[in-house]
């Protein structure tokens, strides 16, 4: 995916105001990872994926707005099956789409991974390098144990690591208040002796404010941070808002969004997923 540099012009309510070319960037990743995602559920409940079937629709927002900045040289550490991080990171599609659908055990454990991120950390820190580690975990599939070996390490090194945890939790789960959900919590609370953030994983433009910051704390050698995204759902909605219909609606109160706008982004990325998997079957 081609990256666009961020142009920023004052400041509002203490961040960096983004711009419209960024937010339009954030939207045509987050309906590509949509529609990347449908495809792929498509192939394995007709068996012809392998793996576990992780599910990330949904969490468009939150993998997005954490990643879409992140450089060629940044590593990162993704869920088992998971491959719309990869792809936001530059993944080929028809590597991504091999890679699924050939190998069965095509990710390693969680424990594996996080143990692979926290020694790339170390090795850019010695290095003084400037690169970071991403990892993205979810609370209710990923192993606690080893988030928190891995948190503990990063903590207790100093490394240039962001740990993102994508929650999501049930109806019955009392949600923010609508007046406060999208903003950001101070930072009251550490996690391992690093800074925590609570962001609404709904909020594509609240994620990538906070991640944008936590970046630049890693790379300036400040240590880790823990973004916690949380989301909210029944059956398979969201009760705080499917995170791309709120961006849609966001983009619509600053004149940027169309329906044409939709269909152009959804039309071209469509046939280069065809593309992808065409040359997969035919491999």
């Not at 939207?27 to 495809?39: D, G, I, N, P």
């Not at 792929?40 to 079937?53: I, V, W, Y």
């Not at 707005?65 to 990869?86: F, K, N």
Request: charged fraction near 25%; hydrophobic fraction near 40%.
């Amino acid at each position: 995916m081609t990256k666009s540099k961020e142009k920023t012009s004052g400041t509002q309510n203490g961040f960096s105001l983004i711009s419209n070319e960024k937010l339009l960037a954030l939207y045509s990743a987050m309906l590509k990872c949509r529609m990347l995602q449908e495809r792929a559920h498509a192939l394995f409940k007709h068996s012809k994926f392998n793996g576990n079937g992780y599910a990330a629709a949904g969490q468009e927002a939150a993998t997005v707005g954490v990643a879409i900045d992140l450089l060629p040289e940044d590593t990162v550490c993704a869920i088992p099956g998971d491959i719309i991080p990869l792809f936001i990171k530059g993944s080929p599609l028809k590597k991504l789409i091999a890679h699924r659908g050939d190998t069965i055990n095509a990710f390693p454990d969680i424990a594996v991974q996080l143990k692979a991120a926290t020694d790339a950390a170390l090795a850019n820190k010695t290095r003084e390098n400037k690169r970071i580690v991403v990892a993205l975990c979810n609370r209710e599939c990923t192993g606690l144990s080893a988030w928190q070996g891995a948190m503990e390490f990063a903590g207790d090194n100093a490394l240039p690591m962001l740990f993102v945890s994508r929650n999501t939790f049930s109806a019955e789960t009392p949600a923010p208040d609508p007046q406060t959900k999208a903003r950001r919590i101070p930072l009251k609370k550490k996690a391992c002796g690093f800074p925590a953030i609570n962001v609404d994983g709904n909020d594509a433009v609240a994620v990538y404010r906070v991640a944008c910051e936590a970046i630049a704390h890693a790379r300036k050698g400040d240590g880790p941070t823990l973004i916690e995204c949380q989301s909210w759902m029944a059956g398979d909605g969201m009760v705080n808002g499917d995170p791309l219909l709120n961006m849609e609606q966001y983009l619509m109160r600053k004149s940027l969004f169309s329906e044409k706008l939709k269909r152009q982004v959804a039309d071209g990325f469509r046939k280069k997923l065809d593309v992808a998997c065409q040359a997969w079957t035919n491999s």
